[in-house]
T-cell receptor, first 114, second 114 residues
Framework: GGIITQTPKFLIGQEGQKLTLKCQQN?????MYWYRQDSGKGLRLIYY???????QKGDLSEGYDASREKKSSFSLTVTSAQKNEMAVFLC?????????????FGEGSRLIVV | GEQVEQRPPHLSVREGDSAIIICTYT??????FSWYKQEAGAGLQLLMS?????DRKEEQGLTVLLNKKDKRLSLNLTAAHPGDSAVYFC?????????????FGQGTKLSIKP
């Protein structure tokens, strides 16, 4: 089996600061995702990438940048942290198939803005 | 775009009773339907998934029902036990190029009372 590792588990930063979350997967999956989880709002897609060096915007991409330099890693940058952005950020990967799409998730990174 | 509504947001049932969670979606082209479970402090794990040509699927005390006419997806847990306490999410997508974009419901926090 494989695993998705998100670092750090908790990220504390100041308002206006640029902050980066990292994600590594050893499933050898093609596609990776970043979701934001807010209580009562489910998961909202920020960015995804279907292969190395590919980036696709999700519904919540404004205020974020992403980078997929290699197949196994996908990073997410909050360009200017705001207090209303405190949430849990979930990374996932999937083997893209023609018959649906199972996502494998990391444990999440909690962003705290002070 | 696709809209997914999940209810109830909170559900409390006694051990041994059944629990039902419902999602409605708007896009008739939706072709892939799934349910995820998130335990405290963890990422999401896939419980079950169905394609649009399946109306009913049962596995290990879980039943997924798909009503395409009403655009409704449900998850039925029979004989709930304490290990079922978690947050449950439905997630849907189209197949083909957009299959990577899973749209999640808002989540249902299920509590099992002894």
């Amino acid at each position: 089996g494989g695993i998705i590792t998100q670092t750090p588990k908790f990220l504390i930063g100041q308002e206006g600061q640029k902050l980066t979350l990292k994600c590594q997967q050893n499933f050898n999956h093609d596609t990776m995702y970043w979701y934001r989880q807010d209580s009562g709002k489910g998961l909202r897609l920020i960015y995804y990438s279907i292969t190395e060096n590919d980036l696709q915007k999700g519904d919540l991409s404004e205020g974020y940048d992403a980078s997929r330099e290699k197949k196994s890693s996908f990073s997410l940058t909050v360009t200017s942290a705001q207090k209303n952005e405190m949430a849990v950020f979930l990374c996932a990967s999937s083997p893209l198939t023609n018959s649906g799409n199972t996502l494998y998730f990391g444990e999440g990174s909690r962003l705290i803005v002070v | 775009g696709e809209q997914v509504e999940q209810r109830p947001p909170h559900l409390s049932v006694r051990e041994g009773d059944s629990a039902i969670i419902i999602c409605t979606y708007t896009d008739s082209a939706t072709a892939y339907f799934s349910w995820y479970k998130q335990e405290a402090g963890a990422g999401l794990q896939l419980l079950m998934s169905v394609l649009s040509n399946v109306d009913r699927k049962e596995e290990q005390g879980l039943t997924v029902l798909l009503n395409k006419k009403d655009k409704r997806l449900s998850l039925n847990l029979t004989a709930a036990h304490p290990g079922d306490s978690a947050v449950y999410f439905c997630a849907v997508s189209a197949t083909g190029y957009n299959q990577g974009k899973l749209i999640f419901g808002q989540g249902t926090k299920l509590s099992i009372k002894p």
